[in-house]
C-alpha cells in the first residue's frame, strides 16, 4: 500500500499568515493527490483534486503544488474560518490512503 | 444537486453484521464510483473500500475478509455490509463520490 506522511500533526499560526502543509508519498502517484479540510463533527470538504486544481467554491487563497512525491497545500492569508484538520488522500492506486492529518490552530 | 445521506442502525453488537445504505441523489451511480470511509473517534480517516461506475470493487486490504459493497442502481442506493464486527469499528462511517462530494456521516458504536 502507498504510505502518505503528514510529518506535522499540529500547527499553530496567526491570522494573515502564510501556511503550508505537507504530504510526502512513499512512492510516485503522479497528480493523483487531493487534499481535504474537515471541521469538528463535519465530513471532510475537497479544497484541491489532482494536486493543484481548485474544487468549485473553495477560496483562491488555497492552493495546490508538488515537487515530486512531496505535495504541499498552501494558505495564502490564513482566516478564522481555515481552522480544522487537513488531510491529502492518494487516489492513484488502491487502497487509496490519506495523510495522518494536521491539525491547522489559530495562534 | 449532488447529495449523499449514510443510513444505519447506530448500535451494533460485537460479532455481528454491520449494515449501513447510502442514499444517492444527482448523480447516477452507473457513471461515478462511491467509496466509504469510516473515521473512529478522535482519530483519522480510513478508506474502506470503492465500488465503480462499472460495478466493479477494490477493498481496503485490511478489511477486505469482512466487508463487502454492493448497489442497486434503480434505488441510487450503495450498501455496506461488515461482519464480525468489533470494538474498535465504533466510528463514523462516511460514503462519498469519488470522495469530492461526501454524506454528512452515520455514527456506528459496537457494543454489548
Known amino acids: 500500500d502507498i504510505q502518505m506522511t503528514q510529518s506535522l500533526a499540529s500547527l499553530s499560526a496567526s491570522l494573515e499568515e502564510i501556511v503550508t502543509i505537507t504530504c510526502q508519498a512513499s512512492q510516485d502517484i503522479g497528480n493523483w493527490l487531493a487534499w481535504y479540510q474537515q471541521k469538528p463533527g463535519k465530513s471532510p470538504q475537497l479544497l484541491i483534486h489532482s494536486a493543484t486544481s481548485l474544487a468549485d467554491g473553495i477560496p483562491s487563497r488555497f492552493s495546490g503544488s508538488r515537487s515530486g512525491t512531496q505535495y504541499s497545500l498552501k494558505i495564502s492569508r490564513l482566516q478564522v474560518e481555515d481552522t480544522g484538520i487537513y488531510y491529502c488522500l492518494q487516489r492513484y492506486s488502491n487502497p487509496w490512503t490519506f495523510g495522518g492529518g494536521t491539525k491547522l490552530e489559530l495562534k | 444537486q449532488v447529495q449523499l445521506k449514510e443510513s444505519g442502525p447506530g448500535l451494533v453488537k460485537p460479532s455481528l453484521t454491520l449494515s449501513l445504505t447510502c442514499t444517492v441523489s444527482?448523480?447516477?451511480?452507473?457513471?461515478?464510483?462511491v467509496i466509504w470511509v469510516r473515521q473512529p473517534p478522535g482519530k483519522g480517516l480510513e478508506w474502506m473500500g470503492v465500488?465503480?461506475?462499472?460495478?466493479?470493487?477494490n477493498y481496503n486490504s485490511a478489511l477486505k475478509s469482512r466487508l463487502s459493497i454492493s448497489r442497486d442502481t434503480s434505488k441510487s442506493q450503495v450498501f455496506l455490509k461488515m461482519n464480525n464486527l468489533q470494538t474498535e469499528d465504533t466510528a463514523m462511517y462516511f460514503c462519498a463520490r469519488s470522495a469530492d462530494f461526501w454524506g454528512p456521516g452515520t455514527m456506528v458504536t459496537v457494543s454489548s
Open positions: 465500488i465503480w461506475g462499472n460495478g466493479n470493487t
Open positions: 444527482g448523480f447516477s451511480l452507473s457513471s461515478y464510483g
